[in-house]
């Protein structure tokens, strides 16, 4: 594959900066990059059930070219495994096979196992390093980027985790050919935020590509995969540590995580529950005279033409909005709502009135 072919997005933050690749069959740019590295040759590759049988073998393979020994250890597909006592498991099989300070761990897979693996590097040994091979469009465009790690307890989902940045993470296109359907629509929830909260061209691009976005075609899924990671390490860039600008990707996720507590998890996927509670934040930047009505109807329509939904079937208002002060991101008991003031711009507001809250949520459950 030609040079041309590949994309690569510099995140920069200071001397914990470092490349994101983005391509198809990354396979010589990796070996390359572990033998510059100077690592440990014991490694460690952490994947899923779903993801190790496909791709185990060969990623091992690989490792083992560019001079590594990895073990490789693959655990249930599920966010479940997002937890400390499957990192323990870990943690046992790592000393057991005398990993060192310089033995690079490498998640591969989705944000499950990058965040298991992340997790795990940034607490051995006081902090090993760390690769990226994501593996699902959500973990390439979302949870790869950025440094947050982090594994579950049973009272909330990451709440034991750090901020631990990768020394690289390699982006291949053709993993995604295996990827479930409804996988893909959740990372395009994301992908759809990155140009609501920052890029207008960017919006008109997903508008105008849309059989091209769904088909995953090479040229265009490289493009809004690349141009996804830049906003986010854009943003994460000006903000490492979630002080103020980041918040602004949090853009449709406090109605999302109503919806996701109300639903159990269940019923609908990250992305999808933020696709619906983008249309509930626009929904109330119209009602604030943010924006006007065709520029929300401009965010449904993208929203449902990539597949999405945009209401929230099984949900009651009176239950959500009680959910969003219980989110981690509402302090004090205010919530800090990101809002659109055009495509391509946000507003960080915290005086919405609850009726403007209830309305919205009430046309995103059917009932106005
Ligand atoms: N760290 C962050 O900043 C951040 C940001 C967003 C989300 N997250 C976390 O990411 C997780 C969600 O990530 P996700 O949506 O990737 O979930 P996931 O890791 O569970 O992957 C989704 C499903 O797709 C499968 N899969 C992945 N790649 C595949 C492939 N190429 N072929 C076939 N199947 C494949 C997985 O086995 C799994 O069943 C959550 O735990 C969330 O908290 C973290
Ligand atoms: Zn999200």
């Not at 995580?257 to 249309?279: C, D, K, L």
Request: charged share 20%; with cysteine; glycine share 10%.
């Amino acid at each position: 594959m030609c040079e041309s072919e590949q994309r690569r997005v510099r995140v920069e933050l200071g001397k914990d900066s470092y490349d994101i690749v983005i391509g198809q069959g990354l396979e010589e740019e990796i070996i390359a990059f572990v033998r510059a590295q100077g690592y440990s040759r014991k490694a460690l590759v952490v994947t899923d059930t779903n993801v190790g049988p496909r791709y185990g073998t060969q990623t091992v393979r690989l490792l083992e070219r560019a001079g590594l020994s990895p073990l490789c250890v693959t655990v249930s597909a599920g966010e479940p495994s997002k937890s400390l006592s499957v990192a323990e498991d870990i943690y046992t099989r790592v000393i057991e096979h005398g990993l060192d300070r310089r033995s690079p761990v490498f998640a591969l897979g989705g944000g499950v196992v990058g965040d298991l693996a992340g997790f795990i590097a940034s607490t051995y040994m006081r902090g090993v390093p760390f690769v990226q091979l994501p593996t699902s469009l959500l973990a390439q465009v979302d949870s790869s980027v950025g440094g947050k790690v982090a594994v579950n307890h049973a009272l909330g989902k990451n709440l034991i985790g750090c901020f631990y940045q990768p020394d690289a993470v390699f982006i291949d296109l053709d993993l995604l050919e295996t990827l479930p359907a409804r996988e893909i629509s959740t990372g395009l929830g994301e992908i759809i935020k990155y140009g609501i909260i920052y890029d207008e061209s960017f919006f008109a691009f997903l508008e105008q590509q849309r059989q091209d976005i769904l088909a995953l075609a090479p040229a265009t899924a490289r493009h809004m995969i690349a141009r996804s990671c830049e906003i986010k390490a854009a943003v994460v860039s000006q903000d490492e540590r979630e002080a103020g600008l980041r918040r602004i990707l949090n853009f449709g996720h406090t109605m999302a995580h109503a919806i996701e507590q109300e639903t159990g998890y269940v019923r609908y996927n990250h992305g999808e529950a933020v696709a619906i509670g983008m249309v509930g934040a626009a929904d109330i930047s119209c009602a604030l005279g943010l924006i006007e009505a065709p520029v929300v109807r401009r965010v449904h329509d993208l929203i449902a033409a990539l597949g999405l939904p945009t209401q929230a079937e099984g949900c009651s208002v009176d239950a959500m909005y009680e959910e969003i002060f219980h989110d981690k991101k509402t302090v004090n008991g205010s919530v800090h709502w990101v809002l659109m003031d055009r495509i391509g711009h946000t507003q960080v507001r915290s005086d919405v009135p609850e009726a403007v809250v209830r309305q919205a949520m009430a046309r995103i459950v059917g009932l106005a």
